[in-house]
């Protein structure tokens, strides 16, 4: 028999724990692939019946995700013929492309309102973090609790005196007043977790910078920051899912320039009947810079789910 | 390298008086170990050296000029703190080279990389360069701790405890490292300390503290041989003085109320019958525990001594020392 130690897990739990965790991967990566798979389905596959798992992929719903069209005759597409590769797709179906949609717009400005006010909620939460952990600030307590009590509701319950407000202030459809919605609500999450981060940082390091030459904002930006790393990192990455994803205030608040993904990507189901896969191919799309942000600064983010427990 | 000197300080942290007006001269080139029990003041006086702290009251004055409102940075000093010294994020070359790339100093990289590697060679630590700070051993991390100090020439060394969290060989080298570089680079340091070896050994001049307020200065001899009081002569001194009534043994002077006697001030063989309750052997010196009229007093023996519990032994007072009813010296 061999001896067993109490912290490390038996074979079977480990076993066990695998299967757990692959199983749990299964399950919510489906719809995830299955949305993917969709994006590359002819419209006649996306919705046949038993669905089809082997299916021959096609760019079709990424033409149509990217472009408007019109329905031709047999006549105009003899004289127009076909030049490129997503012309001849188009055109197997009898349509031409009349120009591009406004799909590329939309998902640049939600990577301009998404970025900027994750930009700007880190920047903000950081400074305000700092300033809570490190120096007197009167009624501290109440300004944390108050900061905190933003959030006691759903955002969405402040709608309307938000409706009123932009408009009056001639925020309504603009980028800045998008990434100034988005940095408000994030906020009260940025400063309560970066205050946890910058908190366990103990002080005696920014003190002996001190003493070593450093100012207090240098020592801010050479110690503190490279220490609160992991917090910031995961702290982006919250407040960059929740900006990306936001779809009620993005419906409201925008329509023709500062729109979003969120709002527009219904809007293709509408467009030449029900167009499931061009749906697909925008939300596959759509998953990839949150994808990318966060394998980018995963390294942190494992760290950060533990709260900074284990750095001292 | 500067003198240093606080006059009339005092820092209270809400109802604590941390330091009441302390006055404390530094001469260039001096090494003053500060002594006191938890609580004293010892690490709030470095830090209001080091301008951590604004005192309340009283000056600050280094190499002649009033530091009493400069930062941290203009002030000119180092610090070796007791925990946390190094930057986690840095190697052990990076952390070196931190205090000389500051913007007050803005050394050439070349003379960085010079001097960073004389520290490093003289504290041994040259092999270790490029690991992460945290990847090294205690007594590692303090000796780069330590090196971030010496690679710059400052105004005075403040150091706090620095070799409390180390193993006792360690420590025991690390002192005389730590005296040695202190004498060849005639650096003026002041270090906090409750170890008596530590304080014994390194200064060339000792303070005391009791409550935040300095109680005696002098040479480690001084504080050892000629205490102002109880509290002064209880601080030094393995095995601890034994304190006692002082009509415990003839020939008190008038107004004693205590009589402290060291291992060396008690005379075997002759006075008043002791009972012995304990031998202990430490292998380099052997405690007698005894008891005199139901007090105890503990003392040094002959290393190889063949006195065994219960035998008894006549002892009495030599050039004891003897304090009044407040502890104050009188004789």
């Known amino acids: ?312 | 390298m500067a003198e240093v000197a606080l006059r009339g300080v005092s820092k209270r942290f809400g109802a604590v008086e941390a330091v009441a007006d302390l006055s404390l001269t530094i001469a260039h080139g001096e090494f003053v170990v500060l002594l006191g029990p938890t609580g004293a003041g010892k690490t709030t006086t470095l830090r209001l050296i080091a301008g951590l702290e604004r005192p309340d009251r009283g000056m600050i004055a280094i190499d002649g000029r009033d530091a009493t409102h400069e930062t941290p940075a203009e002030r000119d000093v180092t610090m070796v703190f007791q925990h946390y010294s190094l930057y986690p994020h840095m190697t052990v070359r990076e952390n070196l080279a931190f205090p000389l790339r500051s913007p007050v100093l803005r050394t050439p990289e070349e003379t960085i990389r010079t001097r960073v590697h004389q520290v490093a060679e003289t504290l041994q630590i040259a092999h270790k360069l490029d690991n992460r700070a945290t990847a090294l051993s205690g007594g590692e991390m303090q000796r780069v701790a330590i090196g971030r100090a010496l690679v710059r020439n400052p105004a005075i060394h403040l150091m706090d405890e620095p070799l409390s969290s180390l193993d006792a060989k360690l420590r025991a080298d690390l002192r005389v490292e730590l005296k040695r570089i202190q004498a060849d680079l005639g650096a003026t340091i002041l270090y906090v300390t409750h170890d008596q070896i530590e304080a014994m050994t390194m200064a060339t001049r000792i303070g005391v503290l009791d409550a935040g307020r300095l109680v005696q200065v002098g040479s480690p001899r001084e504080i050892y041989e000629n205490p102002v009081s109880l509290y002064v002569a209880g601080r030094l001194g393995q095995p601890r003085i034994n304190t006692l009534p002082a009509d415990l043994f003839p020939g008190a002077p008038a107004g004693a109320a205590t009589i402290a006697l060291r291992p060396e001030h008690v005379r075997q063989g002759s006075g008043r019958p002791a009972r012995v309750e304990r031998v202990e052997r430490l292998g380099d010196q052997t405690r007698l525990h005894l008891t005199l009229d139901g007090h105890a007093i503990v003392t040094l023996a002959e290393v190889h001594t063949d006195l065994e519990p219960g035998d008894t032994l006549p002892v009495e007072p030599q050039n004891a020392l003897y304090f009044d009813a407040t502890g104050a010296r009188i004789a």
Request: glycine letters at 8%; a positive charge; hydrophobic letters at 50%.
């Open chain 1, 1 to 312: 028999m061999s001896g067993y130690s109490i912290t490390e897990p038996s074979r079977r739990t480990k076993w066990l724990a695998g299967v757990l965790v692959a199983a749990y991967a299964v399950i919510t990566l489906i719809p995830l692939l299955w949305i993917i798979a969709t994006g590359f389905k002819s419209n006649t596959d996306a919705i046949a019946y038993p669905p089809k798992v082997v299916f021959t992929p096609t760019l079709e719903g990424y033409v149509n995700l990217f472009t408007v069209q019109n329905r031709a005759t047999p006549a105009q597409l003899a004289e127009n013929p076909p030049e490129t590769w997503y012309d001849r797709i188009v055109a197997d179906r009898g349509m031409v492309i009349s120009g591009p949609s406004r799909f590329g717009e939309r998902f640049i400005n939600s990577v301009i309102i998404g970025f900027g006010s994750t930009f700007l909620s880190v920047l903000l939460g950081t400074l305000a973090a700092y300033a809570f952990s490190r120096y007197r600030v009167p009624l501290k307590d109440d300004l944390l609790f108050f900061i905190l009590s933003t959030r006691m509701m759903p955002p969405i319950a402040v709608a309307i005196p938000i409706f009123l407000m932009f408009r009056w202030a001639g925020l309504s459809d603009t980028h800045a007043g998008m990434i100034l919605l988005y940095t408000a609500v994030n906020l009260s999450l940025a400063v309560w977790l970066l205050k946890g981060f910058i908190d366990e940082i103990p002080r005696e390091y920014e003190e002996a910078a001190l003493i070593d030459g450093y100012t207090r904002f240098q020592a801010f930006v050479k110690i503190v920051l490279p220490q609160a790393a992991t917090g910031i990192a995961s702290t982006a990455i919250f407040c960059l899912i929740f900006a990306w994803n936001e779809y009620a205030f993005a419906v409201l608040l925008t329509s023709g320039t500062a729109q979003t993904a969120p709002p527009f990507i219904p809007t293709i189901i509408g467009v030449g009947g029900r167009d499931w896969p061009a749906v697909a191919a925008g939300a596959t799309l759509f998953l990839v810079p949150v994808m990318v942000f966060t394998i980018l600064l995963r390294r942190h983010l494992l760290r950060g789910i533990t709260f900074g427990a284990v750095r001292k």
